[in-house]
T-cell receptor, first 114, second 112 residues
Framework: EAQVTQNPRYLITVTGKKLTVTCSQN?????MSWYRQDPGLGLRQIYY???????DKGDVPEGYKVSRKEKRNFPLILESPSPNQTSLYFC?????????????FGPGTRLLVL | QKEVEQDPGPLSVPEGAIVSLNCTYS??????FMWYRQYSRKGPELLMY????GNKEDGRFTAQVDKSSKYISLFIRDSQPSDSATYLC????????????FGRGTSLIVHP
């Protein structure tokens, strides 16, 4: 089954404690991205990756890092989380990142930073 | 003013009704227009995609883009309770960028 998986699904942490949210896809997609979803603000792209070792900033990259060492994985790293990073995070992938392509979204990771 | 405006609702309609969901935007350079559906506790899924102005139909769903008015719509005919979800509009293509700008979503409730 084609899918994007994220772990963990729920996470409570404290300010400053580094964390990583993993994302993996099994569709051999070139393009992967991370979004955050906040009430009243909608979905906003954090980072995206066009291929292995190729990453670029989205609209709200501050406070986040990513890496793409393998095609299937695209982890999101919060080196020093702050309460304003409390949000619902989605990983997504598509074949080449073109607008007309279906983006497959993961189930989401709900993060609370105290 | 946000680049993409979308009324959050909720919009409550009886089963069988025609639903109209809308977004307005301010950046006239957008070229690609999408509608996503998001069920509770799930990730969004692409519903419709339109390039530039015009209409596109897929089953009970019709997407319309009016670039002169900077206005896009999604119509759902014969709405079903299974259509109850949040509908997100998104657009991209300004300045050659494919990074989508999303509206905040409209919550739709179709009651039997």
């Amino acid at each position: 089954e084609a899918q994007v998986t994220q772990n963990p699904r729920y996470l409570i942490t404290v300010t400053g404690k580094k964390l990583t949210v993993t994302c993996s896809q099994n569709m051999n997609h070139e393009y992967m991205s991370w979004y955050r979803q906040d009430p009243g603000l909608g979905l906003r792209q954090i980072y995206y990756s066009m291929n292995v070792e190729v990453t670029d900033k989205g609209d709200v990259p501050e406070g986040y890092k990513v890496s793409r060492k393998e095609k299937r994985n695209f982890p999101l790293i919060l080196e020093s989380p702050s309460p304003n990073q409390t949000s619902l995070y989605f990983c997504a992938s598509s074949s080449e990142g073109l607008p007309e392509e279906t983006q497959y979204f993961g189930p989401g990771t709900r993060l609370l930073v105290l | 003013q946000k680049e993409v405006e979308q009324d959050p609702g909720p919009l409550s309609v009886p089963e069988g009704a025609i639903v109209s969901l809308n977004c307005t935007y301010s950046n006239s350079a957008f070229q690609y227009f999408m509608w996503y559906r998001q069920y509770s506790r799930k990730g969004p899924e692409l519903l419709m995609y339109t390039y530039s102005s015009g209409n596109k139909e897929d089953g009970r769903f019709t997407a319309q883009v009016d670039k002169s008015s900077k206005y896009i719509s999604l119509f759902i005919r014969d709405s079903q309770p299974s259509d109850s979800a949040t509908y997100l509009c998104a657009m991209s293509g300004a300045g050659g960028s494919y990074i989508p700008t999303f509206g905040r979503g409209t919550s739709l409730i179709v009651h039997p």
